[in-house]
């Protein structure tokens, strides 16, 4: 929570008051010297004039005034312009009495949003100014002060009990990437917002696996490393390098309006780089089952020569290169973002392992034609076009880009997937390459959704269940045309999709009907007799039961 003071300059009610407030200051001092005078001409023995010979004269100059009436027209005050002059006061100099008032206000901690100090939960997001979400994760209430906890369910039940203990004890376990030298990565300009890609976002996410007993606990931290020179050449132009290395020298500076950096900006953007390859090199090598790169700046808008979109360098990208190196031949990047990963596609564009001649068809995107998409769209994609590509490709190892704005109550994705919705991707993709799953963190901005999600998504590299049935998975009308449009460009390069655009355009039409259905029966809230068909009301008849339109 953070409290701001903003200064409104005001010109008080009545400015009559305000000036009457200002004569009496000045005559006050006029008085005071006139008195003075008087004294010292006294002393003197020099003629004066007392009091009383001034109050005469005073009256005497209020005789020779004008007696106005109290309503006055236009032309009384033309007539009598004189009763208007006043040669006693100049108030030439006169300035509006200023007030400062006092404006507070807070940025709430889970999405940044501005609320007046009179109110006690965030206008958008509904958590407390208080909130302990930075101590205790998700697991802190919304609506409470920090000291109130929702129970925390840091003890698996059931099976995923058995499986957890079995993975910390094997060799196959889940590997954690995370060093606190990445929140030296931060905003230092203030500005009238907060930035959304702040560190409390890793804060959040720490707490609630803490919180949950899973890091530290049930999966291993890997030590970080700054990535070498060697490394991000592979991936970035030396340019680019060079430019993010500059940082280092500077207090605060931007490669975009929206993408800072400060002196510790280019360090903690290589040990996420640092991470991500050692992750996918110890993945591949069979020495850790899976990880998750817990780690900022994020990386997948960082293409070949630019940082933007908050990102520095592509981490993603990194993590692939390492795997290959480790012997990997063929790597899936799954980037669920709700943003497009195009510093991802521009890299592998240009990357001779995949290139853009004969490689059509190997970077395929899913464009949602409208906002608020949730678990079914998501999910019916993944059944529809990323399974059935991922399964024909058969990748050797998987990467998921993993943004969470598109999670639910996000300020930028404005999105409404789950964590339950993110446990079922994770699942759907962890049955590839054998296992070897890595998940990097992208974006996402609510800390709440993302501290939730997260650890979803970690419970299922952990081995915990996926209960969602993918049989009644039924998706919005503008998801299955998206998807539709997606099936028909890429059946070109993958056969095997065809099958599933012949079942889906059965579905489309049978939308279609359906449409129709409702509009009818929309139309047919009165019936009308049916020898109206024949009589002199056919046309009302027609009309009625839809047979004619009126434009």
Known sequence: MVSETVQVSCVTNGGTKSNESFKRKHLGSDEHASASRHDSSDAKGDIGTSDRDMAANINEDTQKKVRLPKELTFQDMYNNQDAFDDDDEDDSDWEPVQKHIEILKWFCTNCTMVNLDDVFLCDICGEH??????????????FSPEVELIQVESEATGSEKEIWSEASASNCSTAVGFDERMLLHSEVEIKSHPHPERPDRLRAIAASLSAAGIFPGKCCPIPAREITLEELQMVHSSEHIEVVELTRQMFSSYFTPDTYANE???????????????????????????????????????GVTQAMGFCLHNNAAVAALAAQAAGAKKVLIVDWDVHHGNGTQEIFDQNKSVGTKGAEGYCVNIPWSRGGV???????????VVLPIASKFAPDFTIISAGFDAARGDPLGCCDVTPAGYTQMTHMLSTLSGGKLLVVLEGGYNLRSISSSATAVIKVLLGGSCECELENIVPSKAGLLTVLEVLKIQMKYWPNLSSSFEKLQLQRAMYSVEKKHKQVKRRRVFEPPLWWRWGRKQLLFHILTGHFHLK
């Open 129 to 142: 100014k208080e909130s302990g979400i930075l101590r205790h994760g998700f697991y802190a209430s919304p």
């Open 264 to 302: 510790h900006s280019a360090h903690a953007a290589r040990l996420a780089a640092g991470l991500c390859a050692d992750l996918a090199s110890a993945i591949f090598s069979g020495r850790v089952r899976n990880g998750f790169a817990l780690v900022r700046p994020p990386g997948h808008h960082a």
């Open 374 to 384: 949730g678990d079914n769209d998501y999910i019916f994609a993944f059944q529809h």
